[in-house]
């Protein structure tokens, strides 16, 4: 995980750096009075190679995936919570749907 955290780390601040480089390009367009098109292939290169190494490092960092099972007793979403005093059925949506049915009178 640490080697993970490091890429992360490493692919962050090689965004940062083509965030950086495409500011100076730009500096350096206005002193030479040249317009902007697109930054140099260099910053593209880098832009690719630090958001793929952040999108491998924030798959990688979190952990291993586990499958979600329905049926498990500990999946909460699946069944029911023991303690239902909680559980409130007045809410918004009810006055909407008393909306709804409402008709326009011209």
Not at 94 to 102: E, G, I
Request: overall charge positive.
């Amino acid at each position: 995980m640490a080697f993970s955290f490091v890429v992360g780390v490493i692919g962050g601040l090689l965004l940062m750096h083509a965030a950086y480089s495409t500011i100076q390009y730009r500096a350096v367009l206005k002193i030479t009075e040249e317009k902007f098109s697109a930054p140099p292939f260099n910053v593209f290169l880098e832009v690719i190679t630090g958001l793929s190494l952040c999108l491998w490092a924030g798959l990688a960092v979190p952990g291993k995936f586990l499958s979600i099972l329905t049926v498990s007793e500990d999946n909460r979403l699946a069944s029911l919570p023991g303690n239902l005093d909680f559980m409130i059925f007045n809410h918004r949506g009810k006055v909407v749907a008393l909306k709804r049915d409402l008709k326009f009178k011209c």
